[in-house]
């Protein structure tokens, strides 16, 4: 994939997941949480031996909006355990 790819799914991914787990970190931190939840839900699809249902960019989409909801439930926990130290 070229970066322009790789921006739109972080953008569409980071955005979505935003907005399932309640509240994201601004356009520029979206597509951040995106790409690497691509990366994360990569990760975790290949552990987990499962494939994606969907093919091409809806696929890759949907792999790094579920890595990305999971990074964000990573970060939330880890920010809400620095809080209450």
Same mark, same amino acid.
């Given at each position: ?24 970190? #601004?356009?520029? *931190?979206? %597509?951040?949480?995106?790409? =690497? !939840? &691509?990366?994360?839900?990569?990760? /975790?699809? +290949? ?8 093919? #091409?960019?809806? *696929?890759? %989409?949907?792999?790094?909006? =579920? !890595? &990305?909801?999971?990074?964000?439930? /990573?970060? +939330? ?9």
């Amino acid at each position: 994939m070229d970066l322009l790819t790789w921006l739109i799914v972080g953008l569409v991914a980071g955005v979505l997941a935003s907005f399932v787990m309640g509240g994201g970190f #601004g356009i520029i *931190g979206d %597509i951040i949480i995106g790409i =690497i !939840g &691509a990366f994360l839900g990569g990760w /975790i699809f +290949r552990t987990l031996g499962v494939h994606s249902p969907l093919s #091409g960019l809806a *696929g890759t %989409i949907l792999v790094a909006f =579920i !890595g &990305a909801v999971v990074l964000l439930f /990573i970060i +939330r926990l880890i920010r809400r355990g620095t809080r209450s130290a």
